[in-house]
């Protein structure tokens, strides 16, 4: 294993640089404490290992995964568990997409078993509510307070919003696929029930973000119509109804050089794959779901408009109950 980590490391520099000046630098130690690990006569260390990925930008599969076909390494996401970590977690999921714009064929394809993060991060009160629902289940001592939505909402600072419009705002310039299914809505949906049920978001309120998941959803379908993201004909927008398989939230980023996708682990947290047969992998599978489904751009006007009146419908059933709601408590 180290004999290929060291080809590896060699491969990096040039023909007229010493590898051996280089690692005695890096890891801080003389020269033939360096020579003997670039010749594998004395064993690299795990911390040394990681400080010469680091330098070399060489991914940590390449030091694990030599002669393995089944062990790979994952990057794991900070969890955010207050509104600082929030920010930060929304400021470094922008370093992560950023780029992307300026590769040219660079593709972000996203397995919706719920919307979008990308699309939910507008300036909107539906933003805001899932701001209020993950901190509910991240943040220790606001899951123990009895704050409202209705409350914590005129608190919101203005460094979290920006840093949450600049991320979504990056969706609008990269090729984007997306596959749906009939229940993609229903999470969302289901927490905007759960917590006005329990007396944690006002009727007004509820009926606001209702409004702007309907208007979500017609922003989507327009996308659909012009398999862009708005009006940007550089970058295409592809819409897949999928009635197979379960969709996962997975989110698979794929360059001309190279593939990484983010799975989810638990709440906003993921594991950041880089592994190139792990990838393909997954790229085969995204793209055995995309065959066995629906292209809405294509399908024709009925399947397309009969898949978001079905959204549509359950949003408006959604408002409904909680107008129901209201009614039934002065009877």
Not at 143 to 148: D, R, V
Not at 209 to 217: E, L, N, R
Not at 237 to 251: A, E
Not at 284 to 300: H, P, R, Y
Request: with cysteine; proline share 2%; net charge neutral.
């Amino acid at each position: 294993m180290q004999e290929e980590f060291i080809k590896q490391l060699r491969a990096k520099i040039s023909d007229n640089m010493s590898l051996t000046e280089i690692v005695r630098d890096i890891l801080d130690i003389n020269y033939d404490a360096a020579y003997r690990r670039v010749t594998g006569k004395t064993s690299i260390s795990l911390e040394e290992a990681v400080k010469l990925s680091k330098h070399f930008k060489l991914s940590l599969n390449s030091l694990f995964e030599v002669g393995s076909q089944s062990t790979i390494v994952t990057d794991l996401s900070p969890r955010p568990i207050n509104e600082k970590g929030l920010e930060l977690w929304f400021i470094q999921s922008l370093q992560n997409v950023k780029p992307l714009v300026k590769v040219k064929k660079a593709e972000i394809i996203w397995s919706g078993k719920d919307i979008s993060l990308f699309r939910t991060l507008t300036d909107s009160f539906l933003t805001r509510y899932k701001m209020y629902v993950w901190l509910k289940d991240l943040d220790v001592d606001m899951a123990k307070s009895k704050i409202t939505f209705d409350e914590w909402v005129t608190k919101i600072p203005k460094s979290l919003l920006e840093s949450a419009f600049e991320l979504s705002e990056v969706y609008n310039h990269i090729n984007i696929t997306e596959l749906w299914s009939d229940t993609t809505i229903n999470g969302t949906l289901q927490q905007v029930l759960y917590y006005f049920e329990a007396g944690m978001v006002s009727r007004d309120m509820a009926l606001k973000i209702c409004k702007d998941i309907h208007q979500v959803i017609n922003q989507i379908e327009e996308h659909t119509i012009n398999q862009s993201m708005n009006n940007n004909t550089e970058k295409h927008f592809k819409l897949y109804k999928c009635d197979l398989h379960t969709l996962t939230n997975t989110v698979m980023v794929v360059t001309p050089s190279q593939k990484a996708f983010f799975t989810p682990f638990t709440v906003l947290s993921y594991f950041k794959i880089e592994n190139e047969a792990t990838c393909n992998m997954m790229y085969e599978f995204l793209n055995k779901q995309m065959s066995n489904s629906k292209l809405l751009a294509t399908a024709g006007e009925k399947d397309r408009a009969l898949f978001f009146k079905t959204i549509h419908n359950k949003i408006t059933l959604a408002t409904e109950r909680i107008n129901l709601d209201y009614k039934m408590n002065f009877l």
